[in-house]
Every structure is written in structure tokens, then in C-alpha cells.
């Protein structure tokens, strides 16, 4: 009989893991599918990113790049970036499991906000490392909270913005205040997977902070620009901290396809503004949609909304009711909000569908 001392044994922080549990896409049968739980492009990629992913298709006998210099050398200049600045990752969650294997262990802590992007959490308890959630105001980042949860144990800080699930951001002034109060040997891990789609007038996504400090990181991914099947991600960061991760990643940690579709995006300034403007649009029609007594919606900059409603019940079956139509959206279970719904903004008509059906749950209805 095999007992459990006699076989290998994963490090004791991977057995308290709960494993990331992605957007459900299974809807009863015969009803057409309209995927609104994992943040995708609506408008689909770029006519010229598939075009170039076509092209790689002759090419599938070739290992990738492995410094993904022509995606580097790209989004040096559209960003007005240094690429030697930038490590490329099988999407940002790749860079972030990197970060954390690099700059956390055992007897060191990370901090992250209340209801942060749930892979924090997991690569933190992978690299035997302490969890620390700060509590948010009014579903965003709290900075006096987030400064009041460091000890000296702490090694990494870690901030989505704009956040994930919630939508909320902090403006410059407040990611400038967070910074300064933290002490120099603490990384600050801005998450911007979501820069693409803000349009606050104060929102920066923290290259500028990295050119002014030596501990702080952006992170963005192209998964929500309509390549999320390749899984593309790129971080900025202060010289020492990129040739860390270019110690330990994957040799070939980007696929040449990836590459090359990643490229033609970020060249295709044209597309992101359409896609940007488009998710604009029906995020604000949607939220007022939704928006009532009963149903909370915090003001977003992704591209999607958080649905609060009066309690777990009402969300539940809220939920149900759009998935027996088709509509399939995120409940908010693994975040610490059973009450909540993340919807995906997506086309005209699944928007339109969702408000109709959750008006009979508090929302008000939306107006033509």
C-alpha cells in the first residue's frame, strides 16, 4: 500500500492552492451560446493580427524567437518604450507566476486587494509565500489599506488596474501615493491587462512609473484584444528585474504565431481605438441599464461590468436565466462575491438581451 511519506510531495503551499476556476461555457442543449464570462474581444482580432497569424502557419517547422525581438521592437514603438525594457510571456499570467517565483519564498508575504485577480492569490501560496488582502472601499483599491497590510515580511505588492472583477481603477495620483509608500526592496506589480479599454482622463498604465523607480513593473496582455487563443502577454520593468525573468522563463516561451499576430495588433492602432470606442459605448449603455435600487454596478473601465445584487439567491438566479437563454456570464463564487455577476461587454444584441431578461431582477431596463 502506498502512503503518502513514500511519494513525492509538492511543497506545502500548493496543497492550500484553489485552482483558478475559468468562465463556464456550457448552456443547455439547442440554445446558441453567447459567451459574456471571460472578457473576450467582441469585435474579435485585428483583420491584420489574423493575417499575420495565417502567414505563421508556413512556418511551423521553425522554433519561435525566443527574445521575441520584432514583438518587442513593436511595442517599443507604438508605447514609446525602450525594448530592451521588455519580456515577452505565454500571456501575462506567465510573467506574473515568474515575478512571484522570483521575488517571493518561504516566510515572505504578498499583498493584493480585497477582490483582486484571482491568480495572486495562487502564485503567491505556489511560492510557499503569505497572503495578505487588503480591504477595499466601495469595490476598489483602498491605498491606505493596501500601505496598512505591509510588514516587513512584505516582498511583493500586487494591483490590477483597472481591476478585475470589479472594474474599478486608482488615477495616477493615488498609484503615485501607493508607490511612495513603499519601501524601495518592495515590488510594486501593476496588472494593466486591461489598459486598452480605459477611458478615465486621470488612468495611467504605469510605464511612466517605471521610468521613475526601480521597484515597480507593468504587466499588460493582449488576451483581451482579440488574441486570447495564442496567450500573449509583455511586461515593462527596470533593467535588473527583466534579466531576472529572462534567467528563469521558458526558452521559447511565445509561439511564433503569438508573435507575430501580437505584432500586427499593436501596430494596428486603427482597431484598438474601434474596439475601444465600441466597448465604451455599450459599457455605459449597459450600466445604466442595470443600474437601480436593487442592483449595484461600479463604475468600470474594463471591458465588462460587476452586477451586485441584494444577495446570493437573486444572482444565482439571475444567472440561470441568462444561461437558459444563451447567455452565458461569470457568477462571482471563487472571488468572494456570490452576489455578483461579471458580464463580458460584447455586440449590440447579447447587451440588449441581457438588460431585457435582468430587469425582472431589480435592474430598471435600459432606454433606446
Given amino acids: ?19 483558478y476556476v475559468p468562465g463556464r461555457s456550457d448552456v443547455p442543449d439547442g440554445v446558441l451560446l453567447t459567451k459574456l464570462s471571460a472578457n473576450e474581444s467582441p469585435l474579435g482580432a485585428s483583420p491584420e493580427a489574423i493575417k499575420a497569424h495565417r502567414e505563421a502557419a508556413e512556418q511551423l517547422h521553425v522554433y519561435p524567437d525566443g527574445s521575441a525581438r520584432r514583438l518587442r521592437t513593436a511595442l517599443g514603438e507604438v508605447h514609446g518604450l525602450d525594448p530592451a525594457r521588455i519580456v515577452c510571456g505565454f500571456g501575462s499570467d506567465d510573467l506574473l507566476h515568474l515575478l512571484a517565483q522570483i521575488y517571493l519564498g518561504e516566510g515572505d508575504a504578498a499583498v ?27 469595490f476598489c483599491a483602498d491605498v491606505d489599506a493596501l500601505l496598512g497590510a505591509v510588514t516587513d515580511r512584505t516582498r511583493i505588492v500586487f494591483l490590477a488596474n483597472p481591476n478585475n472583477p470589479t472594474g474599478t ?10 508607490h511612495a509608500g513603499l519601501r524601495g526592496d518592495i515590488l510594486l506589480v501593476i496588472d494593466s491587462a486591461y489598459a486598452e479599454y480605459v477611458t478615465a482622463d486621470d488612468y495611467v498604465p504605469g510605464m511612466s512609473l517605471v521610468d521613475d523607480a526601480e521597484n515597480v513593473v507593468m504587466v499588460r496582455t493582449f488576451s483581451k484584444m482579440g488574441i486570447a487563443a495564442e496567450r500573449v502577454g509583455w511586461m515593462y520593468g527596470p533593467p535588473h528585474v527583466i534579466d531576472a525573468v529572462n534567467r528563469i522563463r521558458g526558452p521559447f516561451n511565445v509561439t511564433l504565431a503569438g508573435q507575430a499576430a501580437a505584432e500586427a495588433a499593436v501596430r494596428d492602432t486603427e482597431f484598438t481605438a474601434k474596439l475601444r470606442d465600441h466597448n465604451a459605448r455599450w459599457r455605459a449603455w449597459l450600466s445604466q441599464a442595470l443600474s437601480s435600487n436593487s442592483v449595484f454596478v461600479p463604475p468600470s473601465q474594463g471591458n465588462f461590468v460587476l452586477a451586485v445584487f441584494p444577495d446570493d439567491d437573486t444572482a444565482k438566479a439571475a444567472f440561470v436565466a441568462l444561461r437558459d437563454k444563451g447567455l452565458l456570464v461569470r457568477e462571482m463564487h471563487s472571488y468572494g462575491l456570490p452576489q455578483a455577476l461579471r458580464i463580458s461587454i460584447g455586440l449590440e444584441a447579447p447587451m440588449r438581451a441581457v438588460a431585457d431578461i435582468l430587469t425582472d431582477f431589480g435592474a430598471r431596463g435600459a432606454a433606446d
Fill in 112 to 138: 493584493m486587494s480585497q477582490y483582486g485577480f484571482n491568480v495572486y492569490p495562487i502564485i503567491t501560496r505556489a511560492a510557499s509565500a503569505e497572503i495578505i488582502m487588503a480591504p477595499e472601499t466601495d
Fill in 1 to 19: 500500500m502506498t502512503t503518502a511519506s513514500s511519494r513525492p510531495q509538492p511543497q506545502p503551499g500548493i496543497a492550500q492552492i484553489a485552482a
Fill in 169 to 178: 481603477y486608482l488615477p495616477e495620483a493615488e498609484l503615485r501615493r501607493l
